[in-house]
């Protein structure tokens, strides 16, 4: 039996559609990201498969137990964390957590074990009120509510917008540990760095799934030669590199622009042109693909099918 598992979900918020016969199975124990954008259609989704909204079709099922139709049953089963903090900021740190201890009918010291590694480091702020905490010691205190009555399956959606770098590392690391004591994690993120982290990945855009599979076989799914190419003056650079005819696809990524080339052309030619275009100097080194890659293009290939569609007469 799949710990979660979904067949043709679409979703519509009047005349939008935020999830677009979506279908995907989750195996026990694995921890399985949705990668995409704001706008994706991952929060819509989650709240669904979180028993909080039903879906306009298809059908959910989270270990067996239909989500809408059992959703009293799966709620003493699901443990879920929503994008925005939304706990009691008036409450203090433990008085959140004693709350929600008590609505599941347990209390802090039966589970205490399993939120130990997360609470231990919010536990000198106890007495203080949860409105004022950082941004990374909320997460935890969300996560610790969320995990107070031992759910199977934990639901978090976009779990580190907006936590610095350290506390992304940390929360990772946390999950990790929850992966160990067998429960099943649905996560989302804008972030493509943390797909790596995840035992699968789905990538989803404008409510559709684009592809799902392990993060290494998404990235050798990619199937061409990549150069990153890097120049101080990395805007010049950028206008230089899509201005050429051999360029396929240039894209920014941090300190350098990402870049295909086309057949026949080489790379010690495109370092030529960009000398003639005054970038001396410009370093291009052959890389490996990125989830990042792969994403943007599945999506020039998806809109590459829209065009022709639509070229053709035909309804999108």
Partial sequence: MKAAEANSITHRY??????????????????????GPDGAGKTTL???????????????????????????ELRNHIGYMPGRFSLYTDLTVEENLQFYAT??????????HLIEPIYRQIEPFRKRRAGRLSGG???KLALSCALIHKPRILI????????????????????EGLKKEGITILVSTPYMDEALRCDRIALMQQGKLMGIDTPSAIRASYGKRIYA????????????????????????FGEAVHINLREGVTAEEVKRSLQLAGLENAELTEITAGIEDVFLEM?????ESLRVLESEGLKV
């Fill in 156 to 175: 978090l959606d976009e779990p580190t917008t907006g936590v610095d770098a350290v506390s992304r590392t940390e929360f990772w690391e946390m999950l």
């Fill in 14 to 35: 009047g005349n939008i559609t935020a999830v677009d016969d979506v279908s995907f199975g989750v195996n026990d124990g694995e921890i399985f990201g949705f990668i």
């Fill in 299 to 303: 999506m020039r290939r998806r809109s």
């Fill in 46 to 72: 989650f709240r669904i498969a979180a028993t909080l909204i039903i879906p306009s079709g298809g059908r959910m099922t989270l270990f067996g137990l239909n989500v809408v139709s059992d959703f009293r």
């Fill in 103 to 112: 609505i599941f009918g347990t209390s802090i010291r039966e589970n205490y």
């Fill in 229 to 252: 190419v890097s120049h101080p003056e990395r805007y010049r650079l950028l206008m230089a590199l899509r201005a050429m005819t051999g360029v396929v696809s240039p894209e920014p």
């Fill in 137 to 139: 010691m909320k997460q």
